[in-house]
């Protein structure tokens, strides 16, 4: 009887990206069989752990290897493992399907991306390498047979939005792929890829460190089969053995990106434990990096022997973008990821590699300043969560993090150079927090510190909003907001010469505060002078110890139940508005219109600071009417 084929559409995002694969133009075709090798040196390398795991699994593990076959008279190419393999189910969830978060995000990207490069690096962000084949083939077949099952499966497609699969009983253990070529064309960089020697060099340029053999016979009738790679693991090899291009298509290769990395680490322990770490810090960062189903971790080997990737447990969530592989000598093949968070050694080894990668981009701010501006442009956000919750390297991403500052609109600071600039006297390294700098910089809160020079770091990450209260300081020198709490940028000198004037302005004020604190009362925590402003006549600042509005905000969007936080009102003494509304409050108490005015001035400063009035269309209503009076 003939096995029933059945026809299956792609899922709607995979058909699309396979037209834009098919139809876009790519500087590089020859990038297909670096996938198609990395996906078979994968197969291997579960089949291999699987065996350690399952004594009963019914699998040939005598001959790993991966083996690359030519036709030119069918212009065809199969790139074939015994690995293991997979079921129905697998192919249509793995081929038939983008099972990544984000797609939709990514194909709207790749149609806007205007030139070839852009195109690939957004392609190996998603690690869609199988679909790359469709850049050199009209159609591709796939058999496979999982490891310990006895029928196997037939895929193929022309890549058209549909797919053809059905059952078969002879297929070998493991995973054949078959690229029915497009004609030769130079011109488009479609090369021949029935050439022994075209594939022979490809495999060398981008799959020579893979770890098992890759077989090819040369072209003539006599050739022999041979094996095409070294096989030789990278981070075993002296490091003055290793070129870079080796690092790089070894980076791409753990990655699946299609850029070269930033930074290259290596990593060598011996005595009580031995291991060996390669690392990379990427170039750029995925477009997951924010989003709670993504992957991460390093690829963890135990004496040459894959066990398992994205090895959460040797790397922390704010470092989740490094790539790489750990390879111990003296952890058991049959360690699992709930016994790698509580095992000793991984713990030594991860402190040991995130003080090196800290190390690392310590050192790149001060050898390459355009290398480290990159690394934190893309990685910044996420390296600063750090500063919640790894105490013990605190001071080290508090020494490798740079901000934006008033010192410079265009270069970040870092914290040294800001703590090297500080006037004399200066106690606290002085900060706020918004939305956006545009907002910062015209707040209120930075007339004084603009008046008097003093420099002020400005944080619009949101994760700012939360370690700079968790953070006491760097260098001896506390953080301060300028939104929160009293300002004093006097000197003690300034303040004995004002000492006299100060306590006059406060007496002189003391009847328009306590009324003002009373009318305002179901709104604010206090009306107080303001030294920190110079031209608004008010603002509104936290309490010390307060929530600033964005993280209350923040807290309330999560679900959160917050009781209302009051805050404190400001006003300048020096204002005509203040002045004025002092001088009316003390000649005529009984004027209900002055409250109104006291609101107004309250919306005014809450505007000010970008936040948002409880009654938009009252404070309207009495602006109107006071300006109605003004005509």
Known sequence: MTAPIETLEFQSEARQLLQLMIHSIYSNKDTFLRELVSNASDALDKLRLESYRDKDLEADTSDLHITIETDPGARTLTVRDNGIGMTRDEVVALIGTIAKSGTADFLTKLKEAKDAAASQDLIGQFGVGFYASFMVADKVTLVTRRAGTAEGVRWESTGEGTYTIQPVEDAPQGTAVTLHLKPEDTEDHLYDYTSAAKIREIVKRYSDFITWPIRMKGDGEDAEVETVNSMKALWARSSSEVSEDEYHEFYKHVSHDWQ??????????????????????????????????????????????????????????????????????????????????????????????????????????TADAEKYATFWREFGRAVKEGLLDDFENREAILEISSFASTHDAEKPTSLREYVERMKDGQQHIYYMTGESRSAIENSPHMEAFRAKGFEVLVLTDPIDEMWVDAVPGFDGKQFQSIAKGQVDLESEEDKKATEVAREQQNKDFEGLLTWMGTALGDTVKEVRLSSRLTTSPACIVGDTHDLTPTLEKMYRAMGQELPPIKRILELNPEHALVTGLREAHASRPEDEGLAETAELLYGMALLAEGGELADPSRFIKLLAGRLEKTL
């Open 260 to 365: 070269d990395p930033l930074e290259t680490i290596r990593l060598q322990a011996e005595g009580t434990f031995e291991y060996q770490a390669l690392l990379f810090l990427p170039s750029h960062a995925p477009m997951d990096l924010f989003l709670r189903e993504r992957k991460r971790g390093v690829q963890l080997y135990v004496k040459r022997v894959f066990i398992m990737d994205d090895c959460e447990s040797l790397v922390p969530e704010y470092l989740r973008f490094v790539k790489g592989v750990v390879d111990a000598q003296d952890l058991s093949l049959n360690v699992s990821r709930e016994i790698l968070q509580q095992d000793r050694q991984i713990q030594l080894i991860r402190r040991r590699l995130v003080k090196k990668v800290l190390s690392t981009v310590k050192t790149m701010m």
